[in-house]
């Protein structure tokens, strides 16, 4: 397959990684990277929830205050924001066809995650210090 | 202009669908499940940074029947979507992709699934 698709394209645009469609190489390369990171971090996140169940507010403030636990939960908002945000813009792009929707939809998710992100992380650190 | 009535070829609902193409519909259900469920998590941690009652609010939601049915539907679709996510890189370098290798690895993702969310429930909790 790679044999035939060297015949169209052109080295210019293999060094800038640009196939047929000029662009979504770092489309592609953060859904990757993201999904990559998200692999740890999701195992301790899932664990951490599950094993946090029915804690009290002194025992969860506690446990977001050490320093690792914080750390490790803001870059893990930021990667799955990332991840989420490139995720369901493919989803959109293949089923929506009326443009203007889809273009709503595209600019939606853009603020929302981005805005949930910052709701987040703000939280994190306020529980962290302290409250 | 009238359409040329042509025959059509058999489609999604003719088809049944094979296995990986199951887990692939399944990796994008689960996707935007997630995607939606980003949104609890947020309320979770927004209700938390705004006090102690609003953090025992959320905490008796969490682990009431519903609460708990919606948090392990969570986990295992996040663990399947991990593992499928998983072979889908192996898929992306070229690995995996003759039919009985696709079909081997279907069984393995599902397993993945399986273990690690009986694991964390059995150990975690
Ligand atoms: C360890 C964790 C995860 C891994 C390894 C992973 C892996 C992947 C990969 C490789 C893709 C690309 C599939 C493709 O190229 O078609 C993908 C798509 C996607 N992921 Fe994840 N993911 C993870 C966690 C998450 C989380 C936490 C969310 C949501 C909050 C999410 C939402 C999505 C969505 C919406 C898509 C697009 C689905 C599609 O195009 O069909 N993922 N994921």
Known sequence: ???????????????????????????????????????????WLIWSIISLQGVSYVEFSAWLGQPI???????LVCSVMLHAKLGTQVV???????????????????????AMGVAIIFSILKISFGG | MQPVQRPLSPHLQIYKLPLTALMSITHRITGVSLAIGTLLIAAFFIASASGEAHYNFVMSLATSAIGQIILFLWSAALYFHMCNGIRHMFF???????????????YYVIAGAIILTAVTWILAR
């Not at chain 1, 394209?9 to 060094?15: D, F, R």
């Not at chain 2, 992306?92 to 279907?106: E, F, H, I, W």
């Open chain 1, 1 to 43: 397959m790679s044999k035939d698709n060297d015949l169209y394209v052109a080295p210019l645009k293999k060094a800038k990684g640009l196939g047929s469609a000029h662009t979504g190489t770092h489309h592609w390369m953060m859904q990757k990277i993201t999904a990559l990171a998200q692999i740890p971090l999701v195992i």
């Open chain 1, 92 to 114: 959109v792009e293949d089923y929506i066809t009326n443009e203007p929707l889809k273009m709503a939809k595209l600019i939606c998710h853009k603020i929302l995650f981005f």
């Open chain 1, 69 to 75: 636990n914080a750390i490790l939960m803001i870059i």
């Open chain 2, 92 to 106: 992306d370098t070229g690995k995996l992709l003759d039919k009985k290798k696709a079909m081997r690895s279907n």
